[in-house]
């Protein structure tokens, strides 16, 4: 069966900095585009990163562009999303998605909470 776990997730301070990881089995890694989003009780699920296989081709949304990194690993099947400078409106459940282009299927992890205040 396919598994996605994200860890890393904590409290933090206003400013700091969170290292997330999400270890993906059961699918061809390395076939696979990745991508980071948060949800917020309330609110729409946000999309905040995005890789393709080969963790060349790389997006960012808005919200995070220019205070996080996603990035990949194919050899330990991990995809990591780097985060610093973060703010109270980061705090959010961070959930890691693998989907291909043109094809219907996706998986989830099951998140990992970040919350950042004071």
């Known amino acids: 069966q396919v598994q996605l776990v994200e860890s890393g997730g904590g409290s933090v301070q206003p400013g700091g900095s969170l290292n997330l990881s999400c270890v993906a089995s059961?699918?061809?890694?390395?076939?696979?585009?990745f991508g980071w989003y948060r949800e917020v009780p309330g609110k729409e699920r946000e999309r905040v990163a995005i890789?393709?296989?080969?963790?060349?081709?790389?997006k960012y949304g808005d919200s995070m562009k220019g205070r996080i990194t996603i990035s990949r690993d194919n050899n330990r099947n991990t995809v990591y999303l780097a985060m610093r400078s973060l703010q109270p409106g980061d705090t959010a459940a961070y959930f890691c998605?693998?989907?291909?282009?043109?094809?219907?299927?996706?998986?989830w992890g099951q998140g990992t909470q970040v919350t950042v205040s004071s």
């Open positions: 998605r693998a989907y291909q282009l043109g094809v219907d299927t996706d998986y």
């Open positions: 059961g699918i061809t890694f390395n076939q696979w585009r």
């Open positions: 890789t393709d296989p080969n963790g060349v081709g790389k």
